[in-house]
């Protein structure tokens, strides 16, 4: 879970977190 957060962060700017889809 702690590295999908990671990637998130990354593309948070582009989109928010895969949960939020």
Request: hydrophobic share 30%; aromatic share 0%; no cysteine.
């Amino acid at each position: 879970v702690h590295g999908a957060a990671r990637r998130s962060a990354r593309r948070k700017h582009q989109e928010p977190l895969p949960s939020a889809r």
